[in-house]
């Protein structure tokens, strides 16, 4: 049985955790607010006060995720030395986050997809984690000495690597883009 948590904080952060895991294993729309209240140890009317609407609390997991995933990805990148090798530890990251049990693909795109048509804000936090991404890319690519336009074409291998590890259920399509973000990164080096 779960105990109820002494205070706000620590309730809120039962709720978030329930729900980026049910939510992410299961879909936004499949999961209802009596599961995430049992899973998180709270009653109905303590998640309700934490979270008005169900969407609020998507939004809420959301931007958790969104700096939780960047926070994972920047920690890993930041461990290698400036320049190329940082920017290509972006696809071997993701190949760690592709084999791990579990993994569903872009907690924002499947979001999106739910729910982006109808909702505002799931669709602005979608869209503002890959501005982040994309943001993040770019220093790397900056900081590489590439030019600037390799930002997109290594955002592309990176959202298709996400979308492909999470279709076929293969975490290689981290490989293969990484290996492409090489000959990308060459071919920009190379003089003109």
């Known amino acids: 049985m779960t105990q109820a ?12 955790d329930a729900a980026g895991e049910l939510f992410y294993a299961h879909g936004l729309q499949a999961v209802g607010m009596d599961a995430l209240r049992t899973a998180a140890g709270v009653s109905l009317k303590r998640l309700y ?28 990148a930041g461990d290698r030395p400036a320049g ?25 795109v499947n979001s999106f997809g739910e729910l982006g048509g109808t909702s505002p804000g799931v669709a602005a936090a979608a869209r ?22 390799l930002t997109d074409h290594l955002l592309l291998l990176a959202e298709g690597a996400i979308t492909t590890a999470a279709l076929s259920g293969r975490a290689e399509a981290a ?9 990308l990164l060459d071919a920009a080096s190379r003089p003109s």
């Open 5 to 16: 948590a002494p205070d706000g904080a620590s309730a809120e952060a039962r709720v978030l």
């Open 84 to 108: 190329r090798e940082r920017l290509l530890a972006v696809f071997d990251w993701l190949g760690l986050w592709f084999a791990e049990p579990g993994f569903r693909g872009c907690a924002f």
């Open 128 to 149: 503002a984690h890959k501005d982040a991404f994309r943001r993040y890319l770019s220093g790397l690519v900056a900081e590489a000495g590439a030019p600037a336009p």
């Open 49 to 76: 006060q934490l979270f008005p609407s169900k969407e609020a609390l998507v939004e809420a997991c959301l931007r958790r995720r969104d700096e939780r995933w960047r926070a994972a990805l920047a920690a890993y």
């Open 175 to 183: 490989r293969q883009a990484r290996e492409a973000a090489q000959v």
